[in-house]
């Protein structure tokens, strides 16, 4: 069932939200207070989430509120990867946490965290176990990204690809289970953390990988699952086959939906970073999400 919504994925960071043609947020922050309003009035309990901001930045979060883009926001999320991305040290998790805290009243989720395989599986292997302990029980929310590797065919969602170099090809190497499906060393602590740790897994559309990954999920006893629905896709022709089938497929974990990506045709310009011409549309295709699967 659906627990949670979240709005955008996160939107600080270039490669998901286009900076030339939204530089301050401020269409941004429009668009997430017109669709929290939304989803608030076609059902108030569910929790609604600001999408996941990296990197962990306390003043993106103050110009938000400065907007009045979180007054009808229960939670903020954040996401963080020390190990492979950010320039902060694992230990530092809790520090990450506390400059939110400090700046919100509203409760912190860490709706992405991860650690690559891409120089040997035994760093994701201790990463799991030192994340798990830096916050179970400091946040009441962290799904781990993700289950699967990212396919080498389908590519990364970034801006410059192979121009990033290793920062690039780490993309690939964030599941606990091969793009062959070999598990990987750490798969098999997995479970030590369970329920408390959730997953975040991304499904591409018409993604193969749906009935194998639930088993999964069931196997190492997670109940909590982040995943998305993309606007971009519901555009589709006969779109609403895939996600009928993927939201009946993972129905009975607690879900966290995050509603994200402009159509081509959308937006400002043409591409799924951007801003959307009419911000309204996007707030009812979140409402019109919420009333098909909510």
Known sequence: MIEAVKFWNEPNNKSHWD????NDWRKFGEMVKLAAEAVKAENSGILRVMGGISPIDPSFI??????GALADIDRVAVHGFPLDWNHWQLNQWPDKIAEIEA?????VWVTEVGISTFGAEEVQEFGLRRTAELLIGRVERVHWYSLFDLPMA????????EAEGSSYYRHFYMGLIKEDGTPKLALKHFS??????????????????????VDWLRKLGVKKLRTGLSWADWLRP???????KM??????????????FTPEEKGIAPHHT?????????????VEMMRRYA
């Open 19 to 22: 900076f030339e043609i939204d």
């Open 62 to 67: 103050e110009r938000l509120e400065g907007y």
């Open 103 to 107: 700046i919100t009243k509203l409760p």
């Open 154 to 161: 389908w590519g990364a969602t970034t801006r410059h690809r």
């Open 192 to 213: 030590d953390f369970t329920p408390e740790f959730g997953i975040c897994q991304w499904f591409h559309f018409n993604d193969a990988r749906l009935e194998t990954a």
């Open 238 to 244: 006969d779109a609403h086959v895939w996600f009928d």
């Open 247 to 260: 939201m009946k497929a993972l129905e009975e974990f607690d879900l966290t939906v995050t509603f994200c």
């Open 274 to 286: 951007s801003a959307p011409r009419n911000l309204e549309e996007y707030a009812d295709f979140c």
